[in-house]
């Protein structure tokens, strides 16, 4: 995108405005990613302000090659393993007090097309967000990359400074541990289905 | 199959990419294998939860905050490289009189001069319209141009170059002035 490299160049001679609207342009992802990442409103606002100032700090490192969304989610990406490292939990199974208290009423059935759908929508939020602290820092990364951001392994890979293998080893296993932790909150049924039919 | 080809196949499947045998096969051990057939109706449903997840915004008004935030951060740089140049300029104006308390040297003329304040005023405002001028250009280069700290500490390195090149010259001088001396 021209206008976005226009943008680029300018911060990095210095121009704020410019970088403010690069700042619009990816306060989102940059956002989303850290609040899922951190599970908390305030922690992500201050994690995503501080993931813009260091990419300011570092734009004479941006390489204009790489994309510059991919450049920004690894800033924020590695800043966010390093606050979840530093709160130094402890990554116990997933309680099902938590689940419930988030409001889980059980898998969702199909489109919302009723009144309570934004109230049902912030269930599925917090059901969500309950599900992705029960994984450690470096499964919930490869997860909320993969499926917030639809990147690949080799993206994902990239992004993380890790291997294509790895990243779908931590893929395979935290997928494993977030079906296992729906299981033991009865979020999902632990009887048999046939595999065909549609969960 | 085994339940662990099972599991592999499950992912390969959640990925978009089993190819059609294998999904005969992994059907055919789901309808056998309770444990696999609970895991993948669990697998399906956190797949669903998850990509109906919906990008989370921030609050109102964060691009204002980041910029607000940025601005403070670079007025404090800009006042640091600022503080660093105009003390490495003060060293370099007060340089000769530095040099006469740190080394076991005599005093340069230029410290001696300095000493003789009272005789030599003429002197003395030369040496510091010396340290403002240079202290201006420093914070000026600083202010206006937003370089950075390697910049500033180049500029200050420069600065202790040319201290040390006084000395040196200094010392020259001092061995020439004894070679004549019979």
């Keep these: 995108m021209d206008t976005e490299r226009d943008w680029i160049e300018r911060a990095r001679q210095g121009d704020q405005a410019a970088f403010t609207q690069l700042v619009e342009t990816y306060q989102v992802p940059v956002y989303n990613l850290a609040y899922r990442m951190l599970g908390d409103p305030m922690e992500a606002e201050e ?21 510059f969304s991919a450049w920004l989610l690894a800033i924020a990406a590695h800043h966010c393993i390093d606050l979840l490292r530093r709160r130094r939990l402890t990554w116990l199974s997933l309680e099902e007090e ?65 291997t294509v293998s790895a990243v779908k080893s931590r893929l395979f296993r935290a997928r494993r541990m977030l079906a296992r932790a729906a299981q033991q909150a009865g979020l999902v049924p632990n ?3 046939p595999a065909s039919e549609p969960a | ?15 978009g990419t089993l190819v059609l045998s294998d999904v ?20 399906q449903a956190v797949e669903n939860w998850l990509g109906r997840a919906p990008l989370v915004p921030p609050a109102p008004g964060f691009a204002d905050r980041v910029a607000a935030r940025l601005a403070r951060q670079n007025a404090r740089r800009r006042l640091g490289g600022g503080l ?48 403002l001028w240079i202290a201006a250009h420093a914070l000026a280069a600083g202010l206006d141009l937003s370089l950075g700290a390697a910049a500033h500490a180049a500029l200050g390195a420069l600065l202790l170059f040319l201290l040390g090149l006084q000395s040196g010259a200094y010392r020259l001088r001092s061995a020439d002035r004894r070679v004549q001396t019979p």
Excluded at chain 2, 1 to 15: I, S
Excluded at chain 2, 88 to 101: H, I, M, N, S
């Design chain 1, 47 to 67: 994690a995503a302000q501080e993931t813009f100032l260091r990419a300011y700090r570092e734009l004479h490192r941006y390489d204009p090659t790489r994309k």
């Design chain 1, 98 to 162: 938590t689940l419930q208290a988030a409001g889980w009423t059980g898998p969702e059935a199909g489109p919302e097309t009723d009144p309570e759908q934004a109230v049902e929508q912030a269930e599925r939020e917090a059901q969500v967000q309950a599900l992705l602290t029960t994984l450690p820092p470096d499964y919930r990364m490869a997860i909320v990359l993969r499926y917030w951001y639809d990147l690949s392994y080799e993206e994902i890979a990239q992004m993380t400074e890790s």
């Design chain 1, 191 to 193: 009887a048999p289905r």
């Design chain 2, 1 to 15: 199959m085994n339940c662990e080809e099972a599991g592999l196949l499950m992912m390969d499947a959640l990925d």
């Design chain 2, 24 to 43: 005969n096969r992994l059907e055919a051990h789901l309808d056998r294998c309770p444990v696999c057939q609970a895991e993948w109706t669990a697998l």
């Design chain 2, 84 to 131: 660093v140049v105009l003390a490495a300029a003060a060293l370099l104006a007060f340089a000769p009189l530095l040099q006469g308390w740190l080394l076991p040297l005599p005093l340069s003329p230029d410290a001696e001069v300095i000493r003789q304040l009272a005789r030599h005023g003429l002197v003395v405002v030369w040496h510091t319209l010396r340290g």
